[in-house]
């Protein structure tokens, strides 16, 4: 059995194996089948991907994640506004991973800055009902202000190429992606 995706087709054994990576790294509590499946939809619709190479990449960032607080509307929506930047979309999972690793890991370069201009950590601020991408904004903020990039306040090249991805021009389509997961 086959289902149509704009992509074109996909199995069903794609499909369930993108959907229980998503439920396995959340919870089942924290997120139904229906609902990862319209966001899995979703973030095909918007970016330069289809479900076979979303659910061949999820495992790259949904542990990293779930385990910083970030929710898979967030990630979704970062997918699709990295892939139709033209980032494949396995480079994309890869790359927010990097940097929600950056901001949640204690001590790292980014963790020291956003804690100065946050007064917390990546883990609380989200917590307290921050998201990702506001995170990203104040560091943008910081960043103009000290005359540096934003890729600058990351270890990582990686890191550094989402956060530049997500901010400045890409901050429309980012913001324009979360929209969109709300109303999936």
Known sequence: MCIRDRGGITSIETAVDGLTTVINSYGAKNMDVQ???????????????????????????????SAAGVSFEEVSASIAALTAQGV????????????????????????????????????????????IQEALQMLE?????????????????????AALALTGEGTEAFTNALNEKKNS
């Open 35 to 65: 609902r990862a499946s319209d966001l899995m939809f979703t973030t095909v619709r918007l970016g330069k991907t289809n479900f076979e190479q979303l659910s061949q990449s999820l495992f790259n960032v949904l542990p990293s994640a």
């Open 88 to 131: 494949p979309t396995s480079v994309a999972t890869t790359k927010i991973r990097a940097a929600i690793d950056e901001l949640s890991k204690s001590g790292t370069k980014t963790d020291k800055v956003f804690r100065e201009i946050a007064g917390k950590g990546f883990k609380d601020f989200i917590k307290g009902g921050g998201n």
């Open 141 to 161: 903020k910081h960043a103009q202000k000290s005359n540096l990039g934003i890729n600058d306040l990351f270890g990582s090249v990686e890191a550094g190429s």
